[in-house]
């Protein structure tokens, strides 16, 4: 059992791993935050806060008792809680007024699945427990369902929640977050994810102060410049120690996640789709399903609260035939040719792949858009997109001959896609100019020189699964690359009603899941690899569809190891697609070598994304020896837990470690990402060990126990020109 109810005292015990989660009903059905922390055996009853108090400036919604001071896990607004509701309506007589009041719960075995949205999942029904704690406000018939989900063994417990109309009214609801917490205090640091193109996902640190501290996205994509994800950690925690609140949110659109600290030092954390560019309006009877955000405690540092989620995005999240494989090496056509390439290109390059070890090619952008001399060629990132027929002048013989050329020099076959853009010089825009994202009279922006299409519709929806399907038809295609290089602008539907237009950017990702949905289930075994410029959709939504994402368009190695770093925040490496590319770096002009270009992709999911046939001698070799040994670790990478080393600053990490379950092989890659030379013996202190067992370092064949390796280190000289090293560890006994 993971949920306890204590009738007497109408509290909720929500229990996982090492942690406790508890709120109460009050006598007149207001639901009060208790605690959340490490896990509480004690009386639950000790928990318990004054909660009667009066204080100048609050109102009191009934005698004695101001929402303004309580904390509450789903706060109402208009009813003297100044600090922000977690939802928001209008009433048909123009009234914004609500307040809940219990009204009923259940506690169900298992986990359901989300409406049309991605979510958690467990396989196995005890796993996970779940709560629907059933809240009304009967003025105006709003029955509001706030779902809990305990995952008994993770740490990490899901909040969403469901809106129905019961009344005879229309509600038009405003704002509808997935989840609001309030703490009794506003001693934490802030933690979360920004950067933009290129440089996603850098750690920022920030001090709460009064007032509220938000990250968000209105771009109708989760963004390459703030990740969906923050944290609140205690001042004194450090990477291996101390307490960690993250918060997640199982979503690929809008959203906004805030921290705010009120009149009392209390912090109220929400998270949820973004009330921005969003409203809903529901009929009677009608319901509308929040996204689901992922709540983890750690009472053991920042790595702790990362590997659950790294254990729980891994085998709760992602689905698929994928999901337990490890990932093929690939060799990606970007890089090394652009648009400037021929089916005979594709096959040598395919040719060259196998001979390295690489087990799969992909054909990026540039292979269509050319079905007779009207249309332009995808020569250029601004023409073509929505002509999904194969460009006869670079690929004569078609898509299905082509991938079997590329299968017969022993790799498999991928392809890319930008199904849910259109070009305004192609056919499919000429046909249907009202599939766009559009508002009427308006001009149109454009941006990389195209438009959205617009996934609130059925049409546009089967549309891309057919032009997609067409292609996977073949059986011939065994991975997808599915680009998205533009965020929303002029954000309007002709399908939709006036009064349904602020739904747009919501039905668009609803639209996308139901895409993305049929695609998988057709074709069950095609390695789809999500990709938005990069990282700009780099969130646990779309790894429900797509177990593999594109972390960056930067793949300058100095550059990557700060973005991967930053995202093995919430992401484990099983989902970062990480490439070796030429020299000097095509996004930064850097010169690296090619050990520390290798070293460094292998924190994911190893690529190469460069001209291959042009390598030759002993860099040929060593690519060679690089997939050899990559090979020969993927399995740690992908699957073990991973462990930041070196300082407890967050950020400052001179390395990973990365350790099988089983604790039996283990892996230390370090760097020098400044390629300083004159460096000294760095003592390298390894983490997660079996504590009574005894290691072999493999590399000079020394037997070290792991006391010693946790607690004195390993001895380590990290190489002054190649700056980076791999060192493999086996528990021997
Ligand atoms: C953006 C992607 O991130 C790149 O890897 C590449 O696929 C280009 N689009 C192709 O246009």
């Known amino acids: 059992m993971a949920i306890f109810f204590e009738e007497d005292k109408k509290l909720f015990h929500l229990t996982a791993l090492n942690t406790s989660y508890v709120f109460q009903i009050l006598d007149a059905g207001e639901v009060v935050h208790r605690y959340w922390g490490r896990k509480y ?34 706060p109402s607004s208009q009813y003297g809680d100044f600090r922000e509701p977690a939802y928001e309506i209008v009433a048909t007589d123009g009234s914004m007024m609500s307040l809940l009041k219990y009204k009923s719960h259940r506690i169900v075995q298992g986990k359901a699945k989300l409406e049309e949205l991605p979510a958690t999942y467990s396989d196995d029904e005890n796993d996970v427990q779940t709560l629907y704690l059933i809240l009304v406000d009967e003025v105006i018939g709003l029955e509001i369902e706030l779902q809990y989900s305990v995952f008994e063994r993770k740490n990490a417990i899901t909040r969403s929640v469901r809106f129905i109309n019961r009344g005879d009214d229309d509600i038009d609801l405003q704002r509808a977050f997935s989840m609001s917490i309030d703490f009794d205090h506003s001693d934490f640091k802030l933690l979360h994810l920004a950067g933009a193109w290129a440089r996603e996902r850098s750690i920022i640190v920030e001090d709460l102060e009064p007032g509220i501290k938000s990250i968000q996205s209105r771009r109708g994509a989760s963004s390459h410049q703030h990740n969906p994800f923050m944290a609140l950690i205690n001042k004194n925690t450090t990477e291996d120690n ?154 004569p013989e078609g898509i299905a001959e082509l991938a079997k050329k590329v299968q017969q020099q022993g790799v498999g076959f991928g392809i890319w896609f930008e199904p849910e853009m259109v070009s305004p010089d192609s056919d499919l825009f000429r046909l249907h100019p009202d599939w766009c994202i559009q508002v ?43 680009d998205m290089n533009r965020n929303m602008s002029n954000i309007g539907s002709k399908a939709l009603p006036k009064k349904r237009q602020r739904e747009v950017p919501h039905r668009y990702i609803l639209g996308l899941y139901s895409v993305l949905e049929r695609l998988i289930t057709a074709f069950p075994n095609v390695l789809f690899e999500g990709c938005a410029g990069g990282g700009g959709r780099f969130d646990p939504g779309m790894l429900q569809y797509m177990p593999q994402l594109w972390t960056s368009d930067n793949t300058d190695a100095i550059s990557r190891i700060g973005i991967q770093i930053g995202t093995s925040v919430v992401y484990p490496s099983i989902v970062m697609g990480c490439h070796v590319s030429d020299v000097p770096n095509h996004q930064t002009g850097r010169v690296t070598s090619l050990k520390f270009r290798g070293d460094v992709a292998m924190m994911g999911n190893l690529g190469y994304e460069l001209d291959l046939q042009k390598i030759s001698g002993e860099k040929r070799k060593e690519i060679k020896e690089q997939i050899r040994f990559y ?7 992908q699957f073990g837990d991973m462990y930041w080393l070196g300082d407890t600053d967050y950020g400052k990490v001179i390395g990973v470690q990365y350790i099988s379950k089983d604790k039996k092989n283990v892996l230390v890659f370090i760097y020098e990402p400044f390629e300083n030379p004159n460096l000294s013996t760095k003592m390298v202190k390894l983490k997660g060990l079996n504590s009574k067992a005894t290691y072999l370092l493999l590399a000079s064949n020394v037997m070290t126990s792991a006391q010693q390796l946790m607690d004195v280190g390993l001895e380590v000289k990290i190489p002054a020109i190649d700056s980076s090293m791999f060192l493999q560890l086996e528990m021997i006994y």
């Open 41 to 74: 055996t004690g009386n639950i009853c000790e928990l318990m806060l004054k909660d009667f108090e009066s204080r100048a400036f609050s109102p009191e919604h009934r005698e004695g008792v101001s929402l303004d001071l309580l904390l509450q896990e789903y």
């Open 242 to 395: 101390g307490d960690v609140f993250g918060f997640s949110f199982v979503y690929s659109g809008n959203f906004l996640a805030q921290a705010e600290v009120d009149q009392f030092d209390k912090t109220r954390v929400q998270m949820g789709v973004n009330p921005s560019s969003f409203s809903w309006l529901l009929e009677s009877g009608e319901e509308f399903q929040t996204p689901e955000v992922v709540m983890v405690y750690s009472c053991s540092g920042l790595g702790g609260m990362s590997r659950t989620y790294h254990d729980l995005y891994r085998e709760n999240l992602c689905r698929g035939w994928y999901k337990d494989k490890v990932r093929p090496v690939l060799a990606n056509s970007w890089e090394a040719m652009y648009f400037d390439f021929t089916s005979d290109d594709i096959v040598a390059f395919a040719k060259s792949a196998g001979e390295l070890g690489i087990e799969l090619v992909v054909m990026d952008d540039g292979w269509f858009g050319k079905r007779d001399q009207k249309l332009l060629a995808r020569d250029v990132p601004s023409s073509s997109l929505g002509d999904w027929y194969v460009n006869s002048n670079k690929i």
């Open 440 to 482: 009427e009279g308006r001009s149109m922006c454009l941006s990389r020189g195209q438009h959205i299409l617009d996934l609130t519709r059925k049409d546009v929806c089967d549309y891309i699964v057919k032009i997609v399907s067409d292609v996977l038809g073949s059986g011939l295609v065994s991975y997808v690359k599915w």
């Open 631 to 637: 090979k020969d670790i993927r399995e740690t990478v």
